[in-house]
């Protein structure tokens, strides 16, 4: 089947947008790709759309499980065989969803990195006929990505196991280093790389220098109508500025990583609805954003790169609209930041002392420990030996990298449920309610085994089938548990730790190069970065950011704040840029004239100001009654 006649029957769109179609015929013909597109991009349609004309089961690899339940959710919504593996499942739920990727005419098997290097995993894996690897969020497999993960190495491993069969990369956000790094750990037979410009013409790129945030912050909101999101560093944040802001009539909430899932579902839902103007939110806000009329994207902190600041101020203006992406930076941003090299990449002897309290902690003896895995709580841990938490939690992963033990600071695990009623008895309780009638058909539809074994369910996808929130659906299964009609395990989230190899002598931690100083050297170069970003008092905004990640701007977008700024000869800076520019193209003419430069689509007060302070500046000069370009000047001939 051609490939438009696939996306219009599965997902109505009569044409690709930028360069999916140029991505998917790549993969079409068997080759490694490397797709570079930003965030709103439309990258899923890169992998579902091929997979759907070839024969077999695409292995979609990636690190976010709400993703990953929502692309399978979505996709089973189509009519496309869809299924996921994560940690947290138990080893029965994965077997039955890999058989069923091995005889179920299943076309998509998302998987956490984490899974890769499972035994159970590999060994059903060579059952199943894998058409084309996916791997998203690429630029964890590179440690000079800006979000490195050990997991993503195993990819490789699972090309050899896999020959033959092409494997397509995809991220927002790469800088040349990064690209090169990802198709060589990926095993590119050749470089193949796709990339959809960076830049962004309706989005006005800002730096607000402040001494009270709160203040301009109240300004900004005040002079930009629509909605926006307010992203800051740390979950008390979010809820302190969204009371602020509701204090002063502008309707918000907050959103991190805390908040019960079906919270976080119902706060974007509603400012998705703009029953709330402001989400306020720290960066866990950011997955599944499909809101294209954000008009503004302020941060109140500085993040850690220019990567994270340019994924998260991209969710400003996918309309096409005139949009704001706003730092707030004051005098003390810089000290802040740079306090984060230390909390990132805490002291040597620091994570030695926190692999020893680890080890007291579950009373874990030399020698023993290697397969071991128990809950965790990072506050208790801390409280309990005085440690400082962030520094605490960077060390754990510091040890995660180096392969000691495996900390995981959210496992998602499904619910699960079992009929425990006679066939007959769940008839009559299906006679007397007619929501929980709905209720049990829907999961006797969907899921088989429920009368002999607890099965994992979706409750999302039940509640969005019967018509009904997760609250009412918790509240419904909790009844029908105290009837005796069902046996019900509601979903849960816990941290959890898992010793990777036996405990040995902490004096004995092994701090590689490329695990520790080298990726220290390289967070440090972001912070870096974005310090500068912050702090810069001349040329473009989106040029910067563009050149940041190898892509060259033509000219000034006239839009951000240092092009708008006016210099010492009442033009804005990009302006003198663009006119001196046109200027200099058209005295690079053989006959260059007065009448060419006069006619230039620009105010005559303008062009005779840019005339002047080029003959200062030495740039042109008068010869014969004529303008001459000097050889030295190097004018943008784009």
Known sequence: MEYLEILKQYWGYDSFRGIQQDIIESIGSGRDTLGLMPTGGGKS????????????????????????????????????????????????????????????NFKFLYVSPERLSSELFLAKLRFIKVCLITVDESHCISQWGYDFRPAYLKIAEIRNALPGVPVLALTATATPKVTDDIQDKLGF??????????????????????????????HILSKVSGSGIVYVRNRKETKEISEYLNSICISSTFYHAGLDPEVKDKRQQEWTENLYRIMVATNAFGMGIDKP?????????????????????????????????????????????????????????????????????????????????????????????????????????????????????EIDYSARLRITSTREELYRARELDSINENILNTVLRHYSGLFSDEVFIDEKFISSQVGIDKRQLYTRLMDMQHQGIIKYVPSRRTPVITWKSNRVDSNMLNFSDS????????????????????????????????????????????????????????????????????IGAILSDNEPSFEHIYMLPFDKSHIETVLHRMVQEENIRMEEGKLVLNKKYDYDRN
Do not use: W
């Not at 979609?60 to 399978?72: G, H, S």
């Not at 410009?197 to 001494?211: A, M, P, Q």
């Open 45 to 104: 349609i890169t992998f579902q759309v091929p997979t759907m004309a070839m024969e077999g089961v695409c292995l979609v690899i990636t690190p976010l499980i709400a993703l990953m339940k929502d692309q399978v959710r979505n996709l089973n919504e189509r009519g496309i065989k869809a299924a996921a593996i994560y940690t947290g499942m138990r080893r029965e739920q994965i077997i039955a969803t890999m058989e069923n990727c091995v005889y179920g």
């Open 189 to 218: 037979k050749e470089k193949n790389l796709y990339r959809m410009s960076f830049e962004r013409n309706n989005l006005s790129y800002v730096v607000r220098d402040t001494e009270n945030k709160y203040e301009e912050l109240k």
């Open 293 to 409: 009329d954000v008009r503004v994207v302020i941060h109140i902190d500085m993040p850690d790169s220019i990567e994270a600041y340019f994924q998260e101020a991209g969710r400003a203006g996918r309309d096409g609209r005139r949009s704001y992406a706003i730092l707030l930076h004051s005098p003390g941003d810089k000290r802040i930041i740079n306090k984060r090299i230390s909390d990132h990449f805490p002291e040597k002897d620091f994570i030695r002392k926190v692999y020893e309290k680890l080890a007291y902690y579950y009373q874990m003896a030399a020698g023993d420990g290697q397969g071991c895995t128990y809950g965790f709580s990072l506050v208790e841990f801390c409280q309990q030996y005085s440690l400082p938490i962030i520094p605490t939690e960077s060390a754990l992963q510091i040890l995660t990298r180096m392969g000691y033990i495996e900390y995981i600071d």
């Open 515 to 582: 695990i520790y100083s080298e990726r220290k050297e390289e967070f440090i170069e972001r912070i870096a970065s974005i310090s500068e970003y912050s702090t810069r008092k001349s040329g473009c905004r989106s040029a910067i950011l563009l050149d940041y990640f190898g892509e060259k701007q033509s000219k000034p977008c006239m839009n951000c704040d240092l092009c708008l700024e006016k210099d010492n000869t009442g033009l804005k800076r990009g302006e003198y840029k663009i006119i001196s520019d046109q």
